[in-house]
């Protein structure tokens, strides 16, 4: 059985403009990580850091910085990949900081190599729970430090969510409740 409409048939009706073509993406080298975490850094020591983020005019800073000075230079690093790759930036240090999380987890830091180390039997039960983390086991990450000054306490962790339905820990606990004796 064959369909009386072909496939893409009214291609010759869709303008050039209307066809989406996927967005190029940059290429992130160490060096242009710490390009840019240094310009964010230097706007937070001068106070144009909120809790919201950074303004476009930060932005364009660290896409000019990387223009002058950075070592990918194409596809061109705008303002909006600057800001992209640094959300991207701040979920990898969420993926850190739970690694390393309470010291008890069997991870830990080896400051002169920059990577995250634990026994292959830890490695091995992590990866099993979550793929995403493989990439620790022998990934060198040198803007840990940086990232500790931009973001921690920053980054929406829930660590300090509150559940309408539970006891703030800040409140005393409810007594409980008594019905007076029948007589």
Same mark, same amino acid.
């Given at each position: 059985k064959t369909s009386s409409k072909k496939k893409g048939a009214n291609k010759e009706n869709t303008s050039p403009? &209307? =066809?989406?073509?996927? &967005?190029? !993406?940059?290429h992130w080298p160490d060096v242009d990580n710490i390009i840019l975490l240094g310009r964010l850094k230097?706007?937070? &020591?001068?106070?144009?850091?909120s809790e919201s983020g950074w303004k476009k005019t930060v932005w364009?800073?660290?896409a000019t910085d990387l223009a002058k000075d950075g070592v990918s230079k194409l596809p061109v690093k705008?303002?909006?990949?600057? !800001?992209?790759?640094?959300?991207?930036?701040?979920?990898?240090?969420?993926?850190?900081?739970?690694?390393?999380?309470?010291?008890?987890?069997?991870?830990?830091w080896d400051d002169a190599t920059k990577r995250v180390i634990a026994t292959d039997e830890v490695w091995d039960a992590k990866i099993k729970a979550n793929k995403r983390f493989k990439v620790w086991k022998e990934k060198i990450y040198l803007i840990h430090d940086d990232m500790f000054y931009l973001?921690?306490?920053v980054v929406a962790t829930g660590a300090g969510a509150f559940n309408?339905?539970?006891t703030p /820990?800040?409140? /005393?606990? !409810?007594a /409980?409740? =008594?019905?007076?004796?029948?007589?």
């Open positions: 403009d &209307a =066809v989406k073509t996927p &967005a190029e !993406r940059c230097a706007e937070k &020591a001068g106070g144009n850091q364009i800073g660290c705008t303002w909006e990949k600057c !800001r992209d790759h640094f959300t991207n930036l701040k979920k990898e240090f969420s993926d850190f900081k739970e690694l390393l999380g309470s010291g008890l987890s069997g991870f830990g973001v921690d306490g309408p339905g539970q /820990p800040s409140s /005393p606990p !409810r /409980p409740t =008594v019905s007076p004796p029948s007589e």
